[in-house]
């Protein structure tokens, strides 16, 4: 495939052109946080990042290919998953990764803003369940260690253990406004551990 064939923002650039992605990227998470998707503008993000319309058309095309590569962005750039060897670490270092993100004064708010947008526009939606496809996957090898390990039962949904981690943390951003803490990653590693070695994972 080449760069005519691919979809808008989907090529990894290099060089200045690299430079120009991340300049867009960047000015359309400010766009995002500041006024949410049904106001991100194309020409508004073309003049943050001080770079031409006509290339940010070119390139993106849409508000939804933008935000597309946003996230495709945001799955480059994650912290690698920890590997301690220990199950109950693992799952404690995922849940306070993402308490960490979602918490953070910027990241907390891009999050918010990708999830509505996702709810109402498919391509975004797409985008969204790829991001999280890819941070998952990343994760799941500690589980599928402890299970080899013999610290889980066989049998157990690696997957469904790793999205146990992070669902009530999604639910503090999302839905009660509680504290995005490490006291609140910690319950949620060990709930979700507790879960799993009682087999309530296993299909």
């Known amino acids: ?47 943050r990042a001080e770079v031409g319309k006509t290339t940010v058309y070119r390139r993106w095309g849409t508000t939804t290919g933008l935000v597309a590569d946003l996230l495709a962005d945001m799955a480059e750039q994650s912290v690698p998953r920890s590997d301690t060897g220990s199950l109950t670490e693992d799952l404690r270092a995922n849940a306070r990764l993402v308490a960490g993100t979602l918490g953070d004064p910027r990241q907390g708010p891009l999050f918010k803003a990708v999830i509505a947008a ?22 799941v090898p500690c589980v599928e ?45 060990a709930a979700a551990e507790s879960a799993a070695r009682a087999g309530a994972y296993v299909p």
Do not use: Q
Request: proline share 4%.
């Open 1 to 47: 495939m080449n760069a005519e064939d691919a979809d808008p923002g989907t090529v990894r650039p290099g060089g200045r052109t690299a430079r120009v992605r991340a300049s867009v990227l960047r000015a359309a998470g400010d766009a995002l946080v500041e006024h949410g998707f049904h106001r991100l503008d194309l020409t508004d993000v073309a003049r």
């Open 145 to 189: 260690g402890a299970i080899t390990r013999g610290e889980l039962p066989a049998g157990t949904d690696a997957h469904e253990v790793i999205r146990a981690v992070s669902a009530p943390l999604y639910y503090r951003l999302l839905a009660s406004g509680d504290p995005l803490d490490e006291a609140a990653a910690d319950r949620a590693a």
């Open 118 to 139: 996702a709810t109402c526009d498919e391509r975004t939606a797409e985008a969204l369940h790829r991001f999280y496809a890819t941070r998952i996957k990343e994760w």
